[in-house]
């Protein structure tokens, strides 16, 4: 029996503009994030899912809703910056 293969996924390659590029790129450094595809999934989870008021999204802890930092973690709540 001969051996076949394994499939390999296809890359594909998007032309954007440059700016949507250099705004990709840093939205990924920015967000310690491995690729513009992660980007992208972020940005659209970000929009889709308005942030909770009060919510710590690196320990999920509830905070009161006019905290600016996070009272388990220490960091600085996103929705209120």
């Known amino acids: ?19 949507l590029k ?10 310690d994030l491995n690729s513009m595809s992660e980007a992208i999934i972020a940005i659209l989870v970000e929009k ?6 009060g919510l710590c999204l690196p320990c999920n802890y509830q905070n009161p809703v ?3 930092f ?5 960091k600085k709540l996103k929705i209120n910056q």
């Open 1 to 19: 029996m001969a051996k076949t293969k394994p499939k390999s996924h296809a890359s594909v390659s998007l032309r954007m503009p440059v700016e």
């Open 70 to 74: 996070c009272c388990k973690c220490g």
């Open 66 to 68: 006019d905290a600016k």
């Open 48 to 53: 889709l899912n308005p942030p909770i008021p």
């Open 22 to 31: 250099d705004a990709l790129e840093s939205y990924v450094a920015e967000h």
